[in-house]
Structure formats: C-alpha cells, structure tokens
C-alpha cells in the first residue's frame, strides 16, 4: 500500500496552503518564542459590520455559514462564502460586513505570541 491510500473510508480536503495573506502580503518569519493558538467561533448578524480592527499575528478564519464581505483600508475588498477559507490581513486595519439575510459563523485560527491579543481595535 502506498502512503497516500488508506484502509478507511476518510477523506480529507486541503481548504487552503498559502504563505500570504489575502492581499498577497507574505507572512515572512514567524519569531515565536511563546506559541499560543486560539480558536474563536464569532457570528456576525445579517447587517452587522464588526469595527475596524488589525491582527499582529497569524489568523485564518473559516466560514462554516453565510457571506462576508471584509474591507481594508484603502477600499480593497474580498468576499468570501460558506466553505471558503480567508487567511487575515496582519497589521492592517479592516473589518468584516454581514450584507447577506443570515448570520455569518466563523471559525477563527489564531496562532502567535502567548499574551498578544488577538485584534487591536482603531483608535
């Protein structure tokens, strides 16, 4: 048997590789002394935009429901769907905006510095 089969019935899906951001921005070395990863679940409601907000680490956010469409300064914009997979713009001011008519559902992956927080909102 090669390495690639199996004598079960799972499959597996690859949702996304990548070694930039959504903008094309790469994530360059990752000096992590203190690794802590967090996984949120967020609901945005039909209408709702979250504040504009910045990560300084690495974030993947997964949607498991719904529409969004996130916005960056500047008015670059990228809308992703149900099943589709965003990796987050890092020290960049954005947010996210529900137009759909359901809730959107988020699984989040954040991975950096134990203690960073996981946005910093615009002042």
Same mark, same amino acid.
């Given at each position: 048997?090669?390495? %690639?089969?199996?004598?079960?019935?799972?499959?597996?899906?690859?949702?996304?590789? %990548?070694?930039?951001?959504? #903008?094309?921005?790469?994530?360059?070395?990752?000096?992590?002394?203190? $690794? @802590?990863?967090?996984?949120?679940? !967020? !609901?945005? @409601?039909?209408?709702?935009?979250? $504040?504009?907000? *910045?990560? #300084?680490?690495?974030? /993947?956010?997964?949607? &498991?429901? =719904?529409?969004?469409?996130?916005?960056? #300064? =500047?008015? +670059? +914009?990228? %809308? !992703?769907?149900?099943?589709?997979?965003?990796? @987050?713009?890092?020290?960049?001011?954005?947010?996210? *905006?529900?137009?759909? &008519?359901? $809730?959107?559902?988020? /699984?989040?992956?954040?991975?950096? @510095?134990?203690?960073? $927080?996981?946005?910093?909102?615009?002042?």
């Amino acid at each position: 048997m090669s390495g %690639t089969e199996s004598q079960n019935s799972s499959k597996r899906e690859v949702l996304l590789k %990548t070694v930039s951001t959504w #903008d094309n921005e790469k994530f360059g070395s990752l000096n992590i002394q203190k $690794p @802590e990863a967090t996984v949120l679940k !967020i !609901i945005i @409601e039909p209408g709702e935009a979250l $504040p504009a907000h *910045r990560h #300084d680490l690495v974030n /993947i956010a997964y949607v &498991a429901k =719904g529409t969004l469409t996130v916005i960056a #300064d =500047g008015g +670059q +914009q990228i %809308t !992703i769907r149900q099943g589709q997979v965003l990796p @987050e713009l890092i020290g960049k001011y954005h947010y996210g *905006r529900n137009d759909g &008519a359901e $809730p959107v559902e988020l /699984i989040v992956f954040y991975l950096g @510095e134990q203690g960073t $927080p996981l946005s910093v909102p615009r002042e």
